[in-house]
């Protein structure tokens, strides 16, 4: 029985409570509706009596978009600021990162073609090498059989030339048959396939050669230029003919450029095909970006692009050269790349190595100019208030009074906007700070106004 009392004094004390609570709610939305001015009926002679109705707060007046305060003042004290919009020069950019990468045009993997040992190495990882010098050379006994081929059969080609000629002359008096000199034509025939083929397994292993430069010369001459074929100069003159193998294959440079990889030792193994060596040419590097797939759609071919190596301070500019058709199935990125120029900082006059700026695999960041507007009307980003309904803000068409414009906005650049449509025009005040206040009030008006024509 005791608990029952208990509850229904609590459920007493409950009602209490919510019924004040209702009675703050409705006098304050009737405070606002009156701006807090009350009418006291009067009983008698008002003369006389005491004034007892609150004093009267200055709030604004909303007509429509349009909100107008009382004085000056009453602006100052609503925390309300403005700044002027502006005619300027506004960018959009793309942030991405990216690393530094060798141009794949102009870098090589280079292996032997042919099975065989290092014989000599002549340059060494990080030299500068020009187009035909020789970084190493191998010994390759595969290379030693086609060269005597090619001299067999280069020898074997004259003497048949001659054993035909001899026979078309006795043929004409009659003295060798027919059929012999048929034969022999047919001889002279297959010995000069023999010889192409040999030429062309000469060029196979890279040399460069003809069977034609060797014609004039005697057979001491022609086994000195088979014997170091391919060799420059300088690698000759160091060398014993008596002494020297023949069956010396040199890898050559593709291209000028900087010996990056070399992992071959005087006297070491190497099979035909395996890279032993990387050549690239390091004057020009690519610039490979991972761009946010949201940001996919605003790029395009020769935009701007400002890269920041990690640990430099400049950046360095370029312009997009490439823009993948597919979006990296790991990164959920989108894959774009650039070219830029590497600056040289440092040369060595006797060795002829160089010191480049950049560096490959190296980090950064980088910056991708997508549109650019010259005169765009911009205001502070914190004039925009974000709705429903799309961007707003507020311009000062008085001392006292503020108008609310809905507006398209473009460009983003660092801390202004550019708005495209909404009335905005260049040398206006608009509200930077405050501008939810005039929004709240603007709100509130059209709820009061919609509960007036509900009821």
Partial sequence: MKLNQELVQSAIRGGRYLGILSL??????????????????????????????????????????????????????????????????LHERVKATGVLAYDQRLTAQLSSRASGTVWKSVKNAGDTVQKG????????????????EFLSALVAVESKTEILANM?????????????????RIALRETKIQLLNAEQKLINFGFCVRASEFSELDDAARSEKIHFLGLTPEIIAELDPNRTSSNLLPLTAPFDGELIGHEAVRGESVEAGKPILEVANVDRMWIKLNVPKEDGMKLVLGQTVAFNPDGLEEDFQSHISWISTAVDEQTRTLQVRAEVDNPVVSADPKTGRRVHQLRANAFGTATILVRE??????????????????????????ERSFRRCEVKVGIRDGEFIEILSGGVKPGQQVVTQGNHVLKSEITLNQLAASDSKGG
């Fill in 168 to 184: 078309e002359k006795n043929k004409a008096i009659g003295v060798t048959p027919h059929q012999q000199v048929r034969e022999a």
């Fill in 373 to 398: 507007s010259p005169k765009a009307v911009s205001v502070p980003i914190s004039a925009i208030i974000q709705t429903e309904n799309g961007p707003l803000l507020f311009v000062q068409t008085g």
């Fill in 133 to 148: 010098d020789v970084i190493i050379v191998i010994d390759a006994a595969e290379v030693g059989r086609v060269k005597t």
């Fill in 24 to 89: 703050l709610v409705t006098f304050g939305y009737f405070g606002h509706q009156t701006h807090w001015t009350f009418a006291a009926e009067s009983h008698g002679s008002a003369a006389h009596a005491p004034d007892h109705s609150p004093v009267p707060v200055e709030e604004p007046v909303t007509r429509g978009t349009t909100v107008e305060f009382p004085t000056p003042q009453s602006v100052i004290k609503s925390g309300i600021t403005t700044a002027k919009s502006e005619q300027r020069a």
